[in-house]
């Protein structure tokens, strides 16, 4: 769904299987926003930020969770680790914005990883 919204919105999107497959996109994918679900295989989201942040610490991410329980204390932790916070079901136009802010425009490229997406500008 992510993935087509993004592409309607003039985003590039490329895919990934897992977390783990999604740090090899990141090693090779000039990315200016990553977008990831908490729960995924291989690792979490929280896991990927934080290996992100480690090579890109500038680089914004967003963390989408499921659980409503743990939106607050997410959000907390985001705003002291460099990420913002969405609850499930996400959206769009919310995400559509946050992106196009994080980002600074609307013409970003975005790779899809089953549960995560990168975005990159395409200048």
Known sequence: MLRDFFTDRAYTVETAADGPEALLQLATFDTDLLVTDLQMPGMSGLELIRALHAARPDCPAVLITASVDRELPLRQLGLR??????????DLDALAALADRLT???DASVVRASDQTLFRNPT
């Open 81 to 90: 680790a460099g990420f913002d916070t969405l609850c499930k079901p996400v």
């Open 104 to 106: 600074g425009t609307s």
